[in-house]
T-cell receptor, first 110, second 115 residues
């Protein structure tokens, strides 16, 4: 029973365009959401987060949007760069745990 | 700071053998987490420790899996006996503060293959 779902296993975009990665969750008790980025042969690294009391958080090229009524969050990367090519994991915090999605592989082509 | 250190990076073993994965958290961090990554289920939390004490092991798949944290700088995840379905990448992560901090720092992972 996946409480955090990333329904797109992969996404391809061109350099300079916007990348939009989506994440859905089922548990309304989650109070904090995070995005992690993972390169091959490395562990995930923290990218950006958002509290459930907000609907938007921005950090440079990265913006996370939260729609609590739809139980949906998204990560926008603008402009996308080839170095952004990685697997992106969405995570939700609840009950003293982080629950991760299955990841979306982003490929940014020059 | 060396970050979270895991060993070995790769492990290939035969079904039925005992496997021990090791983790050294970031110095000063008091929470440690073990995760398993698979294609089907993504990153799953297996167990986490706070101040060397296991807080939640509900993610441990079955009795074949066990984890220990004898001190603040070392933890092990043991699988005995191992099975082919245990093949996955196992990550250790640590964080500072009490309980579950917002940011966890991950090690590079151990890729386990059970033949």
């Amino acid at each position: 029973d996946q409480q955090v779902k990333q329904n797109s296993p992969s996404l391809s975009v061109q350099e300079g365009r916007i990348s939009i990665l989506n994440c859905d969750y089922t548990n309304s008790m989650f109070d904090y959401f995070l995005w992690y980025k993972k390169y091959p042969a490395e562990g995930p690294t923290f990218l950006i987060s958002i509290s459930s009391i907000k609907d938007k958080n921005e950090d440079g090229r990265f913006t996370v949007f939260l729609n609590k009524s739809a139980k949906h969050l998204s990560l926008h990367i603008v402009p996308s760069q080839p170095g952004d090519s990685a697997v992106y994991f969405c995570a939700a915090r609840g009950f003293q745990k982080l629950v991760f999605g299955t990841g979306t592989r982003l490929l940014v082509s020059p | 700071d060396a970050g979270v250190i895991q060993s070995p990076r790769h492990e290939v073993t035969e079904m039925g053998q005992e496997v021990t994965l090791r983790c050294k958290p970031i110095s000063g961090h008091n929470s440690l987490f073990w995760y398993r990554q698979t294609m089907m289920r993504g990153l799953e939390l297996l167990i986490y420790f706070n101040n060397n004490v296991p807080i939640d092991d509900s993610g441990m798949p079955e009795d074949r899996f066990s984890a220990k944290m004898p001190n603040a700088s070392f933890s092990t995840l043991k699988i005995q006996p191992s099975e082919p379905r245990d093949s996955a990448v196992y990550f250790c992560a640590s964080s500072g503060g009490t309980g579950l901090s917002n940011e966890q720092f991950f090690g590079p992972g151990t890729r386990l293959t059970v033949l």
